[in-house]
C-alpha cells in the first residue's frame, strides 16, 4: 500500500518545505528577550500559570508516545486506551503529590531541589548518573522514530534517506536546544501543544464525521474491522494471558504513570513554573489538556481501525506507529493533511528532543560536573558549559541514532521509562515528603533499582530469546518480563525506606518540617 | 534578542531557609493539615487506579461484557478512572485554599509572636 510518497511537485512537499523554514524561524522566536535564552533562567514569577500548564502536558506526550498510541489503540483497541490513562494518571500524581513541594524546593534539576537535604554531593552525582541514564535512550527513541517517519512520508525509506533524515532533525532539533534554553523551548513546547490540538481535533472531527457522528456505531466498526470482536473492548490483547502477562501487563500500569511523574523534563517544567501556588493552577491546565489530548487520540485510534481495517494497517507498518500518518492518507487521499499531520508530529519531537536535550545538559552542569551546584558566582561559566554539554550530548545521540536503525527500540523505551520510575520515582517522593529519608536510603534507591532495572532488562525477551528481541539469535533470558517495573518499583521504594532505616546517621526531622513550613509561607507571598 | 553569551546575572534559586519556625506554635499543625490534606487527595486516587489495575489483569473477560451497545465494563471502569481523576483534582483546588488560609493565619501569629517576643 503505498500511501505517504512526497515529490519535489507535490503540493504536500510545499507544504513540508514551509513547515521546516518555520521550525528554523523558532530558532529567532526561541531568544527573543533578555534572560529567555538562559539555560539556568531565575523563575518568571510574572509568567502565566496557564502557559507552565500547557508546556508540562506538552512534556509528558512525546512523539514516539503520540504515535504509539494511535497504533496501540487501532492494534489493541482498549490496552491502548489504559496507555493514555496511565500517562494522565502520572501527571495527576504529579500534581497532588509532589508538584508543589517541588518548585518550594526550587533549583533546576532534581538534583538542585533535594541537595538541601543531603550532605555532600554523593547523592547529587546519582541524582545526576540517574537522569542521564533517563534522558539519553529516550532521546536516542524520539531521534530514530522520527527520522524513521520522516523517510517514511517523504517516500524513501532507503538507509540512505533515514539516515539524512535523521541527520537533520538532529541538527535542527539541538540548535533549538542551544540557543533556546529552558524559556526559549517552552515556548516551542507551548505552539507544539496548540498546534497538535488544532491538527487532532480536525482528524477526530472527520473521523466522527464518517462514522455519521455515532460513536457507538464507530466502537463497534473498530471492534469488527480488527478482527478481535469484544476482545477489542476489554483488556488482554497486548500481553495475553497467564501469570506472565498479568505480570508484565501490573507492571505497565505502575511503570508509566510513575515514570511519567518524575521525567526530568517534565520536573525541569513544573520547576520553571511562575511560583509554589500557581503550579496548582499549571498542573491543573496540564492535566486537563492532556485527558481532552488523549480522548482525541482514542477517537482517531479507534476510527483508524474502524475506517481502514487491521489488515490494511498491519500491510502498511506492522508496528502500527505510522497508524496516525496512513489514516490521515486515507481521509483526504492525494490532500494535505497527511502532510499537516505529519508537521504536527515533527513539531512534537522536535520540541520533546530540545527539552530532553537541555534536561540532560542540566544534570550534567549542575549535578555532575566538579564544583556544580552552586548558584553563584560561575552562572556564566555554568551557562557556557551547558550550551557546550547540550551541544555534545546532541551530537551523541544523534550519531547513536543513526546506527540504531534496526534496533528493537522498545528496549530504550522501557530502559527509560523504568529507570525513571524506579529510580527518580522513589527518590523525589521519599525526598520531598518524608522526613526520615537519609542520604544513605538515596544512594541504595537510586543505584539499587538502577542496577536491577540493567539486569532485569538483560535477562528479559526484550534482549534475546524472542524473534523481536534486540539479538533474537542469542537465548539467555532468565525472566518472562518484558516490563520489569512490577520488581524494580517496589524494589525501588523499599531500598529507599531499608536504606534510611538502617543509616545510624539518620535524618534531621526537625529541619525538614523547618524547611516545609517556610516554604509553605514564602509560597503564600507569591 | 539575548544571545547566549549574556545570562542574568543573579542567583539561580533560593539558597534552602534557616531552621526557625517549625517549632513555633501553630506549625505542626499547618504541617499536618498539608500532610492529611495529600492523603485525601492520593490515597483514593491510587487504590482506584491499583484496583484498576488488578481487575484489568486478574478477570479481562469479566471486563470485555457489553452493558449497552459496544460500552463493555471496562471502558465503564475507564469512564469512572477519569470521573475520579475530576473529583481529585476539584479537591486538590478546595483542599488546598483551606491549607493557604491556615498558612496566612499562621504567617500573621508567627508574626505577633515574633514582635511579642522582642525585647
Not at chain 1, 513541594?101 to 545526576?128: M, Q, Y
Not at chain 1, 534496526?406 to 523504568?418: E, H, I, K, Q, R
Request: net charge positive; hydrophobic share 50%.
Amino acid at each position: 500500500m503505498k500511501w505517504a510518497t512526497v515529490h519535489t511537485s507535490d503540493p504536500n512537499f510545499v507544504v513540508l518545505m514551509v513547515f521546516l523554514v518555520l521550525c528554523g524561524l523558532l530558532w529567532f522566536l526561541t531568544g527573543s528577550a533578555d534572560d529567555d535564552a538562559a539555560m539556568f533562567p531565575l523563575p518568571d514569577r510574572h509568567g502565566k500559570a496557564w502557559q507552565s500548564g500547557l508546556a508540562i502536558s506538552g512534556e509528558s506526550l512525546s512523539a514516539v508516545t503520540l504515535m504509539a498510541l494511535v497504533g496501540l489503540v487501532s492494534f489493541t483497541g482498549f490496552d491502548g486506551l489504559v496507555l493514555s490513562l496511565g500517562c494522565v494518571m502520572g501527571l495527576v500524581l504529579l500534581a497532588v503529590l509532589i508538584a508543589e513541594p517541588l518548585r518550594r524546593a526550587g533549583g533546576h534539576t532534581i538534583g538542585d531541589a533535594l541537595a538541601p537535604r543531603f550532605a555532600g554531593r554523593s547523592v547529587r552525582t546519582a541524582l545526576g548518573l540517574v537522569t542521564l541514564g533517563v534522558c539519553l535512550p529516550y532521546l536516542v527513541l524520539q531521534l530514530t522514530a522520527i527520522g524513521t517517519l520522516t523517510a517514511f512520508a517523504i517516500g524513501y525509506t532507503g538507509t540512505a534517506t533515514r539516515t539524512a533524515a535523521v541527520l537533520v532533525n538532529g541538527a535542527l532539533m539541538i540548535s533549538l536546544a542551544v540557543s533556546g534554553g529552558i524559556r526559549g523551548t517552552a515556548r516551542v513546547q507551548m505552539v507544539k501543544v496548540v498546534v497538535l490540538f488544532g491538527v487532532l481535533t480536525v482528524v477526530a472531527v472527520l473521523v466522527l464525521n464518517r462514522s455519521g457522528w455515532n460513536p457507538d456505531r464507530l466502537v463497534g466498526a473498530a471492534a469488527t474491522r480488527s478482527g478481535l470482536g469484544d476482545a477489542f473492548l476489554g483488556p488482554g490483547v497486548q500481553f495475553g494471558s497467564g501469570p506472565a502477562a498479568v505480570m508484565n501487563r501490573v507492571g505497565s500500569f505502575v511503570t508509566l504513570a510513575l515514570a511519567v511523574y518524575c521525567l526530568p523534563q517534565v520536573t525541569m517544567r513544573v520547576l520553571n513554573t511562575p511560583g509554589a501556588r500557581a503550579t496548582r493552577s499549571a498542573m491543573r491546565w496540564a492535566v486537563t489538556q492532556l485527558v481532552v489530548v488523549s480522548a482525541l487520540l482514542a477517537v482517531i485510534g479507534t476510527g483508524t481501525v474502524a475506517l481502514l481495517g487491521a489488515p490494511a494497517l498491519h500491510a502498511a507498518d506492522p508496528s502500527g506507529s505510522s497508524s496516525l500518518l496512513v489514516l490521515a492518507s486515507a481521509l483526504e487521499p492525494g490532500g494535505k493533511l497527511m502532510s499537516v499531520v505529519f508537521c504536527a508530529v515533527f513539531l512534537t519531537a522536535l520540541s520533546t528532543v530540545a527539552d530532553v536535550t537541555v534536561a540532560a545538559a542540566g544534570a550534567v552542569v549542575r549535578d555532575l560536573l566538579p564544583g556544580s551546584g552552586t548558584s553563584e558566582p560561575n552562572g556564566r561559566r555554568q551557562e557556557r558549559l551547558a550550551r557546550w554539554w547540550a551541544a555534545l550530548i546532541g551530537v551523541v545521540t544523534v550519531t547513536v541514532a543513526v546506527q540504531a536503525a534496526g534496533w528493537n527500540l522498545l528496549v530504550l523505551s522501557t530502559f527509560a521509562m523504568t529507570l525513571a520510575a524506579s529510580a527518580l520515582g522513589p527518590v523525589l517522593f521519599y525526598g520531598l515528603l518524608w522526613p526520615r529519608f537519609t542520604r544513605l536510603g538515596a544512594l541504595w534507591c537510586l543505584y539499587g533499582s538502577g542496577a536491577l532495572t540493567v539486569l532485569l532488562i538483560a535477562v528479559s525477551p526484550l534482549i534475546s530469546g524472542s524473534p523481536a528481541a534486540a539479538f533474537p539469535g542469542h537465548d539467555f533470558h532468565h525472566t518472562p518480563l518484558v516490563n520489569p517495573g512490577l520488581v524494580t518499583v517496589p524494589a525501588g521504594f523499599v531500598l529507599g525506606w531499608l536504606g534510611s532505616v538502617l543509616d545510624r546517621h539518620g535524618a534531621s526531622v526537625p529541619r525538614h518540617a523547618a524547611h516545609t513550613t517556610v516554604g509553605l509561607i514564602r509560597s503564600s507571598s507569591d | 534578542m539575548t544571545g547566549p553569551h549574556q545570562p542574568r546575572n543573579e542567583p539561580h534559586f533560593i539558597e534552602p531557609p534557616p531552621a526557625v519556625p517549625a517549632d513555633a506554635p501553630g506549625a505542626q499543625a499547618l504541617l499536618e493539615s498539608v500532610r492529611r490534606l495529600r492523603r485525601r487527595q492520593a490515597g483514593p486516587l491510587l487504590t482506584g487506579y491499583l484496583v484498576f489495575a488488578a481487575i484489568s489483569s486478574a478477570a479481562p473477560d469479566v471486563l470485555h461484557r457489553r452493558i449497552a451497545g459496544h460500552l463493555s465494563v471496562a471502558l465503564l471502569l475507564l469512564l469512572l478512572q477519569l470521573a475520579l481523576i475530576a473529583w481529585t483534582l476539584l479537591g486538590h483546588n478546595r483542599g488546598y485554599a483551606d491549607v493557604d488560609a491556615a498558612t496566612d493565619r499562621y504567617r500573621r501569629g508567627l508574626a505577633e509572636h515574633t514582635r511579642r517576643a522582642a525585647p
